[in-house]
């Protein structure tokens, strides 16, 4: 007989009442039936050394690998050949040297046996955890494949406008924006519309003679290749391109100052303080403060193709490919609402109150939605797919072309129909990209082959095009008191035009 803690030979050996069971065997001798003990729990007919079972049950009230409870009335001793054990030694002699030593080998022998035990339950919780996470990073990966697979079928949707066969139309679940965000457009709103028609042209303001005497004065290199967008913020353009790079340049000084890596294609670009923010072609919106990433959002399932800021400054707008458009709260970094349209989207502008925003789509159409509900106000047809729009400052006016058209065309909002078309501008050459200046006079144009400014004249309502430079671009951005424009060419070359001195 073994002791299933210690593994020897018992000098004092004990069985449990509860497991043991006694087996008859020639000449009616007693025989204790005998397993091995494993973490698995004793089997019927364990033996176990007297004083380990007896300290075993003193710490933990129960049987070794077993939750059944164990007293030492339950102990049934097992009777073998008495044998005479020397009296108690002390420690002054070799017999009291060697009980010190048993009883650290019963100790050793009792802490051994319960690490064991318990490295036994560690294992098998650690691999229940592995197990749970494993699962749950399927599950997490499934949902995703799932909710790619969801928006990328949302985007091939064509929601027709007519009765569907039950008689309901076809429900696309669209978010309103908060109370907070939804009060601070009012207030935008009412604040601006208010002061509008009163609003003087600014002191210092680039006048016509000046307008007239445009011409290059600075032509630089960028690093970035494959341009497609440029952001302005007083001084300084941010300068984008379908390989992901940025050059911050400084107008005044014509030099490109530092740089920046999105790391994915950029689509749109827009400069806000301190912030600069970029749609790529991967569906991500990125913002970047002082250098540095400080929030992204994936919330379109193709590639993000616009950007529009609200008028408060603390909302931003971004359309894509997966007919939708989606506004955030720059204050917190967070989405707020979407809208999902019936066709993709390919630039986006706020009206100059804010109460609602204008979207080109692939459709040839100009569509305005309410800022706070989402809901559609207004339509314009172009025939074409929509390359770019941009508001005047006066709030009646949206200028805006189509792809592979030479012409801009001026809508008046407060119009319908073909009754809204109150200019066609023919500026003799492609045009892809727009921008109003801050009077509403000056609308600049640009294209493969090169920049106009289609001015409008209040006093007598006629357009004239005081300006026709043959600088290729890609994208225009008006400088400070509109005394300057900044264009980049596709291959990354930055000019400005203004009044040379």
């Given at each position: 007989m073994l002791c299933a803690i210690s593994g020897e030979a018992p000098e004092e050996p004990v069985v449990s009442k509860k497991t043991g069971s006694i087996v008859p065997v020639l000449k009616g001798q007693l025989h204790f039936q005998q397993t091995d003990f494993g973490l698995r729990g004793p089997r019927p007919g364990t033996v176990y050394e007297k004083r380990l079972i007896e300290k075993y049950i003193e710490e933990h009230g129960k049987e070794p690998g077993t939750e059944d409870e164990l007293d030492i009335e339950d102990l049934l001793p097992v009777k073998t050949a008495r044998i005479v054990r020397p009296r108690p030694p002390t420690l002054t002699s070799i017999p009291a040297l060697l009980a010190a030593f048993q009883?650290?080998?019963d100790a050793l022998a009792l802490e051994t046996y319960n690490l064991q035990e318990q490295l036994?339950?560690?294992?098998?919780?650690?691999?229940?955890?592995?197990?749970?996470?494993?699962?749950?990073?399927?599950?997490?990966?499934?949902?995703?494949?799932?909710?790619?697979?969801?928006r990328d079928s949302l985007s091939k949707v064509t929601v027709s406008g007519g009765t569907a066969a039950n008689g309901d139309a076809m429900a696309i679940d669209n978010e309103g924006l908060p109370e907070d965000l939804a009060n601070k457009v009012d207030e935008t709103h009412q604040s601006l519309s208010k002061s509008r028609k009163k609003r003087p042209v600014p002191e210092g303001w680039v006048s016509?003679?000046?307008i007239a005497a445009f011409d290059k004065v600075a032509s630089e290199d960028s690093p970035v290749q494959q341009a497609s967008s440029i952001g302005l913020e007083g001084d300084y353009a941010a300068i984008s391109g379908l390989q992901g790079d940025v050059a911050i340049f400084s107008v005044e000084a014509a030099k490109v100052e530092r740089s920046l890596k999105v790391n994915e294609p950029i689509t749109d670009t827009l400069w806000t303080g301190s912030r600069v923010i970029f749609a790529t072609s991967k569906g991500s919106v990125k913002i970047y403060e002082n250098g540095s990433e400080i929030?992204?959002?994936?919330?379109?399932a193709g590639p993000a193709t616009g950007l529009a800021l609200h008028p408060c400054g603390d909302l931003l707008a971004s359309v894509g490919s997966d007919k939708s458009f989606v506004l955030y709260d720059l204050s917190t970094l967070k989405r707020v609402s979407r809208v999902y349209t019936d066709s993709s989207l390919t630039t986006c502008k706020f009206h100059p109150d804010g109460h609602f925003l204008a979207v080109g789509t692939v459709s040839g159409?100009?569509?305005?939605?309410?800022?706070?509900?989402?809901?559609?106000?207004?339509?314009?047809?172009?025939?074409?797919?929509?390359?770019?729009?941009?508001?005047?400052?006066?709030?009646?006016?949206?200028?805006?072309?189509?792809?592979?058209?030479?012409?801009?065309?001026?809508?008046?909002?407060?119009?319908?129909?073909?009754?809204?078309?109150?200019?066609?501008?023919?500026?003799?050459?492609?045009?892809?990209?727009?921008?109003?200046?801050y009077t509403g006079q000056y609308l600049a144009t640009v294209g493969p082959a090169g920049i106009t400014v289609q001015q409008y004249a209040k006093s007598s309502k006629k357009w004239t095009q005081p300006v026709a430079s043959a600088t290729p671009g890609v994208s225009v951005r008006w400088g400070a008191e509109a005394k300057k424009l900044v264009s980049v060419s596709s291959e990354g070359v930055v000019s400005i035009l203004g009044v040379k001195e």
């Open positions: 009883n650290e080998w036994a339950r560690t294992r098998e919780e650690l691999a229940t955890a592995l197990y749970q996470h494993d699962a749950a990073v399927r599950v997490i990966a499934r949902l995703t494949k799932e909710r790619d697979e969801a016509a003679d000046e929030a992204s959002f994936s919330e379109h159409e100009i569509r305005g939605f309410l800022t706070k509900t989402g809901e559609q106000a207004t339509s314009f047809d172009l025939g074409a797919p929509i390359q770019a729009l941009t508001f005047s400052e006066n709030g009646y006016w949206i200028a805006a072309t189509a792809k592979g058209q030479s012409t801009v065309t001026i809508l008046d909002l407060r119009k319908e129909g073909a009754a809204a078309t109150a200019k066609v501008l023919d500026t003799g050459s492609s045009v892809v990209a727009l921008d109003w200046d």
